[in-house]
């Protein structure tokens, strides 16, 4: 038997995996001991470190899946309480929006970044299609996350001159980084990728005309090593993160601008949704909380389970 090689997972599908190890990518199976032996409800995910022995088919084995140091992780699909981890060993999140077409969904933003905090992810934030105008609005939008110290780029993956364009810079982030891309269906993740490496020519399709949505284009999630350096994950669009193994009363730590005010309101225990004398709704009214951010807390809380 040979050594074991090092690599990594960069796609997967059922039983059948693709590592890059050795400078190529080998098609693998798992071994029994991986599958079974371990407590993980994913045993292995895109992005894992592993080890693999080559089979005389030009195959190989997964013998070993070293730990991993990060997840991005939801809730299984019909699955109540069960943990599906979408990639792992990952560094940064980056939630790509879009200012239209689709519209913009900024409850998905938040959401990203929470998952990110809980997953010892970096989050950070692509707002795409700069092309289609940036207005009043999202100029404040942009300025509120940015006052937060989040990583902020506005892009257009079509053209060039668009105003505040930062496409270049994205760029330079990307090959710094093992990066997965994420957010609604039809918001750019794929067109950004292409625009700044044809060679990937992953899939893209236009905006639904009848629902202004956007259409599936990336089927799975796989792993791209760049050629100028990094690593990069494009994922299918998410239409909803369920937010894994959080409570509701930890939401206020997940949001560092209220957290800072923690015991400065009338009750010790506050939720900072209806009481009286609270410092959180003070501070929005005030203007030094961003409104935009406490709506977002706001549903997010009632979307959490008691």
Known sequence: MSEPLDGIVTRGHGNRFTVFANGEYISCQI????????EET?????????????TDNNEGVIEEVLPRYSVLSRQKVAQEGIEHVLAANIDSLIVVASIKKPALK???????IIAAQLGNLTPVIVLNKADL???????????DYRKLNY?????????DS???????????????????LAGHSGVGKSTLLNRLYPGLNLKVADISKGTNRGRHTTSHIELFHLPDGGFVIDSPGIKVLGLWHIEKEDLVYYYHEMESLLGQCRFAVCTHTHEPDCAVKKAVSEGSISKIRYQNYLQIYESLDV
């Open 106 to 112: 900024v409850g998905l933003i938040d959401r990203f």
């Open 151 to 159: 990583k902020f780029f506005v892009t257009s993956a079509i053209d």
């Open 31 to 38: 071994r029994g001991k991986v599958k079974f032996n371990t």
């Open 42 to 54: 994913t045993p292995v995910a895109v992005g894992d470190n592993v080890k693999i022995t080559l």
């Open 133 to 143: 105008g940036i207005d009043d609005e999202i100029k404040a939008l942009i300025e």
């Open 162 to 180: 668009s105003d505040g364009n930062e496409i270049d810079k994205f760029h330079d982030y990307l090959i710094k980084h093992r990066s997965i």
